[in-house]
């Protein structure tokens, strides 16, 4: 009975009640238990949720709010993604490394949940993430200021950002590479599911459309023994060289990380 009503039992008998009324309540999961308090609510509440609750958000092994996460930090050597065995000892038949997963965000991105990365996602369809277009490193003066920073990263840094985020940038030659699968014959693409399935005109949100080119795209890294030069990943069959930074190439742009 709530708190100031009264009633009277079959036999006469009157009482008062104490229920205390907390009207909507409304409850944010922490890191430590709350306490329900003892009352009545009118139903109007809620209890929070959180769309980044997800599996690829979480380190691995830590199960929060029974989601179980996947995420490895770190992740240690990564698998190359060779599985065919040319005897014992080879890549194919060891498959050392840590395991790759990646999860499409839905958003025009895709996370790697061994390496933290956030990857953009290229499309078929026109605009600045078509897989088409390419970029200049640099206007001449050796420093990245080329296209590749005036039209690509300003164009995905503009305003709020791409998928909401506002640091994106080329990534180095190391974190380029972490795309490459070992496994895909020429003339690859060579780089894993998540990046290759490409249907002309879907759109960057679409889970089922994901474009590379089987050509070189540039990392941030420049080549030290020519400084006009900078480090490159040809996806044609997935090995890096260096070109020179007035050359027009496709980039992917990356963000976060551990």
Same mark, same amino acid.
């Given at each position: ?55 690829? $958000?979480?380190?691995? &092994?830590?199960? !929060? ?5 996947? +995420?490895? @930090? /770190? %992740? #240690? ?64 003066? $050796?420093?990245?200021? &080329?296209?590749? !920073? ?5 164009? +995905?840094? @503009? /305003? %709020? #950002? ?81 070109? /020179? ?14």
């Amino acid at each position: 009975m709530l708190a100031g009503k009264t009633f009277s039992s079959g036999a006469g008998l009157g009482a008062t009640g104490s229920m205390t009324d907390n009207g909507a309540v409304t409850i944010t999961p922490g890191v430590a238990d709350q306490t329900i308090a003892a009352g009545y609510h009118n139903g109007s509440g809620t209890v929070a949720g959180d769309a980044d609750l997800a599996a690829g $958000n979480i380190k691995n &092994g830590a199960n !929060v709010f029974g989601v179980v996460g996947t +995420l490895s @930090a /770190g %992740g #240690g050597v990564l698998k190359t993604g060779q599985t065919t065995s040319y005897g014992t000892g080879s890549d194919g038949n060891m498959q050392k490394g840590t395991a790759r997963s990646f999860t499409d965000n839905g958003d025009g991105t895709i996370t790697d949940n061994v390496t933290g990365l956030m990857w953009e996602k290229k499309v078929d369809s026109g605009g600045i993430h078509d897989r088409d277009n390419r970029y200049t490193w640099s206007t001449g003066t $050796n420093d990245m200021d &080329g296209t590749i !920073v005036t039209t690509f990263l300003a164009g +995905l840094n @503009a /305003g %709020g #950002g791409f998928a909401g985020h506002t640091d994106w940038r080329i990534p180095n030659a190391f974190e380029l590479y972490t795309l490459v699968n070992l496994q895909i014959p020429y003339p690859g693409p060579t780089v894993y599911g998540a990046f290759n399935s490409c249907t002309a005109g879907c759109s960057v949100t679409s889970p089922s459309c994901s474009c590379t080119q089987s050509d070189d795209y540039w990392s941030s890294s420049t080549y030290q023994t020519n400084p006009t030069y900078v480090w490159s990943v040809f996806f044609h069959v997935g090995h890096v060289g260096t070109d /020179g930074k007035a050359a027009n190439y496709f980039a992917r742009a990356v963000r976060a990380g551990f």
